[in-house]
């Protein structure tokens, strides 16, 4: 027989022997249901949550929440100021480096949004007059916050300066808390997927852990017949990667529920604010990731178990020379 012929018969028997431990191992799971459902609902459960605010940051930070104008300087005239009067501000203010965009709402205009976002319609119709003033909105160009607040630090003591100008309003810090925050929520995610990870492998590691305690005797026969460890550690470390795959499989399905039961309600939220979106998951591919990390997870959880197990026997002087 030639090199290549045993190399293929090798590759045959290891994939035979890695299929049956495949299928068996959830076969096995399957027939003690309850068992099994109890720890792939924790598992689900503990990897749903981190999941979840991961979902939720990312929702957050890609929703319109209007950051132009958080990011735009306002300018309230004085009540009866010319229209002349605010061009040549804005066309004075639009020639600046820093400026980005330079827009003017006129006292009709403002009146007209207001009635459009309000629903007190019928109540402004009788004013005898319109009480909004000019405004005027400027938004700086992006950059560093240092560099925007002193270019805006300077914008705002040119526009006090003129007589016309009643007050200048800037809210630019409510954006940068809104970053702060998401920064903060991030950092919280990431210290949550660690934690819940090392959950995961625990739980794993402590079922696995039960079963190999079921099957010492069996282990002890195959270790004096010869069987490596890697041949022991194998169906185990498969019934790891099932309760993985499953506990991912689950976390996902958990939060495409989440998301399909809270967009009701959220959208009826942001309609009250002329804003309308919908939600988003991770995407195909990412809930394939999270299954798989899932699955990871598992398998790292039994081996330790079952290699912790395997040294204490070696120890023990129960396993033969391996």
Do not use: C
Not at 1 to 26: E, G, K, P, T, V
């Amino acid at each position: 027989m030639s090199n290549l012929d045993r190399f293929r018969r090798r590759n045959r028997a290891w994939l035979r022997r890695h299929s049956y431990s495949f299928f068996s191992s959830l076969g096995v799971l399957l027939q003690h249901k309850i068992g099994t459902l109890m720890t792939v609902l924790v598992l689900g459960i503990a990897m749903f949550l981190p999941l979840g605010l991961y979902a939720t940051l990312a929702n957050l930070d890609g929703m319109d929440l209007h950051q132009d104008e958080w990011n735009a300087v306002t300018v309230f005239f004085k009540p009866g100021t010319q229209k002349t009067e605010v061009e040549r501000i804005a066309q004075v203010v639009a020639e600046k480096e820093h400026v980005e965009n330079v827009r003017s709402i006129s006292p009709e205009q403002g009146l007209s949004d207001f009635r459009d976002a309000s629903g007190f319609g019928s109540s402004l119709d009788m004013l005898d007059e319109n009480p909004l003033p000019w405004v005027m909105q400027i938004t700086p160009k992006a950059g560093k916050a240092t560099e925007v607040g002193n270019h805006v630090s300077e914008l705002t003591d040119f526009l006090q300066s003129n007589s016309s100008v009643e007050v200048t309003q800037f809210d630019y810090k409510w954006l940068q808390r809104l970053g702060h925050m998401l920064e903060l929520g991030q950092s919280a995610v990431a210290f949550l997927i660690l934690l819940f990870a090392i959950a995961v492998i625990v739980v794993v590691a402590n079922t696995i852990r039960l079963d190999v305690a079921s099957h010492s005797d069996e282990i002890e026969i195959l270790a004096l017949m010869g069987a490596s460890n890697a041949f022991i550690r194998q169906p185990f470390l498969y019934s790891g990667l099932w309760y993985g795959l499953m506990g991912g499989f689950l976390a996902v399905i958990l939060l495409y529920l989440a998301m399909a039961f809270l967009s009701g309600p959220l959208g009826l939220l942001l309609e009250t604010y002329g804003t309308v979106y919908e939600l988003n998951g991770p995407g195909w591919r990412n809930d394939l990731y999270i299954v798989l990390a899932g699955g990871l997870l598992g398998w790292l959880g039994a081996w330790i178990s079952v290699q912790r197990y395997l040294r204490l026997l070696k120890v023990g002087g129960r396993l033969g020379r391996h």
